[in-house]
Antibody, heavy 119, light 108 residues
Framework: EVQLVESGGGLVQPGGSLRLSCSASGFSFRSYVMHWVRQAPGKGLEYVST????????YYADSVKGRFTISRDNSENTLFLQMSSLRVEDTAVYYCVKDVTGWGAFDYWGQGTLVTVSS | IVLTQSPGTLSLSPGERATLSCRASQTVNNNFLAWYQQKPGQVPRLLIY???RRATGIPDRFSGSGSGTDFTLTISRLEAGDFAVYYC??????????FGPGTKVDIK
């Protein structure tokens, strides 16, 4: 059974940093593209970032480019999102998501971790 | 690519047919268009990918169609558990991935 468990969320002040982690199990982690997607309270879904299985191809939404860094440790089956220069508008639930190979769709989602940016 | 979904809210009764639209500002390459369902307090669930391919475990009352810039999600007969928000999502052109704003299907 595929499981994705995020951690690392919390309350941080504007301009601060936070590192999210996602522990994956139930599939061959290193073989899959992984993503982060976020959802602000009461709002829709927003794409954040993507990393390919070997870490060579990485993409970011314009809204986070230069501030967020996605990475992965395939030996530990873990996905990361390093967030810096956080803004109030980054407040959201952050989901770790597994890719449907070859289709650019998201088939398994973690339960999410809430990041609140506030003074 | 900017995705626009219509209507914003669809009010229907159980047993009725729901037709949701997703329009892209440019052609979606290879019809890499997916649909998700999200119920209150739950994570999104993949329904359709590749414009018309049903994800694992999705009942056949959900169907996807369309190509190019116009896509449709049809729910043939609404059940109580289908009242939710539905999002379309594209993969391909800049931005690499994007979601539509969602259509809420609620009980009339």
């Amino acid at each position: 059974e595929v499981q994705l468990v995020e951690s690392g969320g919390g309350l941080v002040q504007p301009g601060g940093s936070l590192r999210l982690s996602c522990s994956a199990s139930g599939f061959s982690f290193r073989s899959y593209v992984m993503h982060w997607v976020r959802q602000a309270p009461g709002k829709g879904l927003e794409y954040v970032s993507t990393i390919h299985g070997d870490g060579t191809n990485i993409y970011y939404a314009d809204s986070v480019k230069g501030r967020f860094t996605i990475s992965r440790d395939n030996s530990e089956n873990t996905l990361f999102l390093q967030m810096s220069s956080l803004r109030v508008e980054d407040t959201a639930v952050y989901y770790c998501v597994k890719d449907v190979t070859g289709w650019g769709a998201f088939d398994y989602w973690g339960q999410g971790t809430l990041v609140t940016v506030s003074s | 690519i900017v995705l626009t979904q219509s209507p914003g809210t669809l009010s229907l009764s159980p047993g009725e047919r729901a037709t949701l639209s997703c329009r892209a500002s440019q052609t979606v390459n290879n019809n890499f268009l997916a649909w998700y369902q999200q119920k209150p307090g739950q994570v999104p669930r993949l329904l359709i990918y590749g414009a018309f391919r049903r994800a694992t475990g999705i009942p056949d009352r959900f169907s996807g169609s369309g190509s190019g810039t116009d896509f449709t999600l049809t729910i043939s007969r609404l059940e109580a558990g289908d009242f939710a928000v539905y999002y379309c999502q594209q993969y391909g052109s800049s931005p690499r991935f994007s979601f539509g704003p969602g259509t809420k299907v609620d009980i009339k």
